[in-house]
């Protein structure tokens, strides 16, 4: 069964500041992965997508990802954030086809100080 | 882009009535709708797999006689929560694709309170 973890719950940074958000798989096979924000009521949107071929994947405002298959993580970076990325962020894992149910993990909620 | 709505944002409703939330992909046609529960502070469960045309797919502990799941058209999935109680109150999100190979692009979702 495919699951994912995201060990962080609440992560605080100060704008400005570098971001990394964890998120770590289990899946049978090669995975599809993803990274999803949702601000408070609303439904999610998504920041990118891995694939296959390279491994460091970038995204929306200024996001990337990197996959590392040895450490079965797919790891959310910003180099410098921003007040307005405030918001819960999910890592999502799926099967072949981006229209495959995805299994979700927990989410961390970023909170930015100025 | 591509857009998907869902409709109402917001329903409270009394206990042991039904309520009917719809989810439109408003530029696209989608065969394949998906339906998930958020609890507070929680991830998103993956409830059930509509199909246009053809029966949801429910997952696991997901009362299909409860959560009604209708995908009449190639734009448009509804969830019924029949007889809703108060555990059923949370937020329920869809999400569609064009195709397989298409991100899914999430509604905005909707919250249900029962009381």
């Known amino acids: 069964a495919q699951s994912v973890t995201q060990p962080d719950i609440h992560i605080t940074v100060s704008e400005g500041a570098s971001l990394e958000l964890r998120c770590n798989y289990s899946?049978?096979?090669?995975?599809?992965l993803f990274w999803y924000v949702q601000s408070p009521g609303q439904g999610l949107q998504l920041l990118l997508k891995?694939?296959?071929?390279?491994?460091l994947v970038q995204g929306i405002k200024g996001f990337e990802a990197e996959f590392k298959r040895s450490q079965s993580s797919f790891n959310l970076r910003k180099p410098s954030v921003h007040w307005s990325d405030a918001a819960e962020y999910f890592c999502?894992?799926?099967?072949?086809?981006?229209?495959?149910?995805?299994?979700f993990g927990t989410g961390t909620r970023l909170q930015v100080t100025l | 882009g591509a857009v998907v709505s869902q409709h109402p944002s917001r329903v409270i409703c009394k206990s042991g009535t039904s309520v009917k939330i719809e989810c439109r992909s408003l530029?696209?046609?989608?065969?394949?709708m998906f339906w998930y529960r958020q609890f507070p502070k929680k991830s998103l469960m993956l409830m059930a797999t509509?199909?246009?045309?053809?029966?949801?797919?429910?997952e696991q502990g997901v009362e299909k006689d409860k959560f009604l799941i209708n995908h009449a058209s190639l734009t448009l999935s509804t969830l019924t929560v029949t007889s809703a109680h108060p555990e059923d109150s949370s937020f329920y999100i869809c999400?569609?694709?064009?195709?397989?190979?298409?991100?899914?692009?999430f509604g905005n979702g909707t919250r249900l309170t029962v009381t």
């Open positions: 999400s569609a694709s064009q195709d397989y190979n298409s991100p899914l692009h």
């Open positions: 899946y049978g096979a090669t995975p599809y």
């Open positions: 891995y694939f296959s071929g390279d491994t």
């Open positions: 999502a894992v799926g099967g072949t086809g981006t229209a495959s149910k995805l299994t």
């Open positions: 530029d696209f046609q989608a065969t394949t």
């Open positions: 509509s199909n246009e045309g053809s029966k949801a797919t429910y």
